[in-house]
């Protein structure tokens, strides 16, 4: 039988103080404190490499070492081991960027304001897409975007059993962000080539697909709203599928439906909710932020997701979550191959 949890006024007040725990995790990534904790160090000697003032930044230490971000041996400090691979941002398993990312949109748009806006039906502009418009503001995202780094090794090995028999196999790469998939499948793939589509102008593509250039194409375009052109053995929705209603994703299954091969398939990668939705998890923290931001209640489970592309005339061949991340993924072909 599950634990029931006592509340006290204490505990109460701790939820009110959760944001705190981010704002420390927002400070420690932005002067790189963990790339310095990579082994381990006095206080005074972080100091000195840092050039901070000892206590403030004593302070901070403390607070990572209670959250278990840090380890403490006696005056000694270094990484968590496990939680190190997403804190550094040269890690390939990086968060740096989306955490930046969190910390500029709570800035600009502090949740509790757009959850009213929602609860009062005071529709706004989305405020990702204010977020793009200006050059500092569409760097930070697109920098964000590139933790994809790792997902799309783990899926390309799958992507290429997938087109292992296509001699020129052709990709689109809806709401592309920076193109991190299209650059490491194409990079992989020699004969592969795709099509990447966003509704960023002027985006902050990933610098390797300059390599790619022959390979590569890049539209800005509104996709749900304007048509698509040409016909694909693959069809990437990488963490897209949030941003839009049920009644929507199904509009954009069936719009695909004309523009993938009778033996190609659809990519779905994203955050899904755990079929207990009682638990808090990833997705519990990113459906306030998709109700806020968009005014969508996403609330799909792997399975749920399943269903709904069967509905849309779609076979689901294969569906799992990422090790290591909080994303999960569906291979689809067409049901009825025309």
């Given at each position: 039988?599950?634990?029931?949890?006592?509340?006290?006024?204490?505990?109460?007040?701790?939820?009110?103080?959760?944001?705190?725990?981010?704002?420390?995790?927002?400070?420690?990534?932005?002067?790189?404190?963990?790339?310095?904790?990579?082994?381990?160090?006095?206080?005074?000697?972080?100091?000195?490499?840092?050039?901070f003032?000892?206590?403030?930044?004593?302070?901070?230490?403390?607070?990572?070492?209670?959250?278990?971000?840090?380890?403490?041996?006696?005056?000694?400090?270094c990484?968590?081991?496990?939680?190190?691979?997403?804190?550094?941002?040269?890690?390939?398993?990086?968060?740096?960027?989306?955490?930046?990312?969190?910390?500029?949109?709570?800035?600009?748009?502090?949740?509790?304001?757009?959850?009213?806006?929602?609860?009062?039906?005071?529709e706004?502009?989305?405020?990702?897409?204010?977020?793009?418009?200006?050059?500092?503001?569409?760097?930070?995202?697109m920098?964000?975007?590139?933790?994809?780094?790792y997902?799309?090794?783990?899926?390309?090995?799958?992507?290429?059993?997938?087109l292992?028999?296509?001699?020129?196999?052709?990709?689109?790469?809806?709401?592309?962000?920076?193109?991190?998939?299209?650059?490491?499948?194409?990079?992989?793939?020699?004969?592969?080539?795709?099509?990447?589509?966003?509704?960023?102008?002027?985006?902050?593509?990933?610098?390797?697909?300059?390599?790619?250039?022959?390979?590569?194409?890049?539209?800005?375009?509104?996709?749900?709203?304007?048509?698509?052109?040409?016909?694909?053995?693959?069809?990437?929705?990488?963490?897209?599928?949030?941003?839009f209603?049920?009644?929507?994703?199904?509009?954009?299954?069936?719009?695909?439906?004309?523009?993938?091969?009778?033996?190609?398939?659809?990519?779905?990668?994203?955050?899904?909710?755990?079929?207990?939705?009682?638990?808090?998890?990833?997705?519990?923290?990113?459906?306030?932020?998709?109700?806020?931001?968009?005014?969508?209640?996403?609330?799909?489970?792997?399975?749920?997701?399943?269903?709904?592309?069967?509905?849309?005339?779609?076979?689901?061949?294969?569906?799992?979550?990422?090790?290591?991340?909080?994303?999960?993924?569906?291979?689809?072909?067409?049901?009825?191959?025309?």
């Amino acid at each position: 039988m599950a634990k029931i949890r006592e509340w006290n006024a204490a505990s109460v007040m701790e939820l009110a103080n959760l944001h705190k725990i981010s704002e420390v995790l927002f400070t420690a990534i932005e002067v790189d404190l963990f790339a310095h904790l990579r082994e381990p160090v006095t206080l005074d000697e972080l100091c000195r490499k840092l050039n901070f003032r000892r206590e403030p930044l004593e302070v901070i230490v403390a607070f990572l070492v209670q959250l278990k971000l840090l380890c403490q041996s006696g005056d000694l400090y270094c990484n968590h081991p496990d939680a190190e691979p997403y804190l550094l941002r040269q890690s390939p398993n990086s968060l740096a960027g989306m955490i930046l990312l969190e910390r500029q949109v709570r800035n600009k748009w502090p949740m509790n304001l757009k959850l009213l806006e929602r609860l009062k039906g005071d529709e706004r502009e989305n405020p990702w897409v204010q977020l793009a418009q200006t050059e500092e503001d569409t760097a930070l995202f697109m920098d964000a975007m590139r933790l994809g780094y790792y997902s799309s090794l783990h899926l390309l090995r799958k992507v290429q059993k997938r087109l292992r028999d296509v001699p020129s196999p052709v990709m689109l790469d809806l709401g592309c962000g920076p193109g991190v998939f299209s650059n490491t499948f194409c990079t992989f793939i020699p004969a592969l080539k795709s099509v990447m589509v966003d509704q960023i102008p002027n985006p902050r593509l990933h610098p390797d697909l300059a390599k790619l250039e022959d390979r590569v194409t890049y539209f800005v375009k509104d996709f749900m709203a304007e048509p698509l052109e040409g016909v694909y053995d693959l069809v990437l929705l990488s963490n897209v599928c949030h941003f839009f209603s049920e009644e929507k994703l199904r509009v954009l299954f069936r719009k695909l439906q004309s523009h993938l091969r009778p033996t190609g398939t659809v990519l779905v990668h994203d955050f899904f909710h755990n079929e207990n939705l009682g638990e808090v998890t990833h997705a519990n923290y990113y459906s306030l932020d998709w109700m806020a931001n968009h005014g969508v209640k996403f609330t799909f489970t792997l399975e749920e997701m399943a269903r709904l592309l069967d509905q849309c005339g779609y076979r689901v061949a294969e569906m799992a979550p990422l090790p290591q991340l909080p994303t999960s993924y569906l291979f689809a072909s067409l049901s009825r191959p025309s």
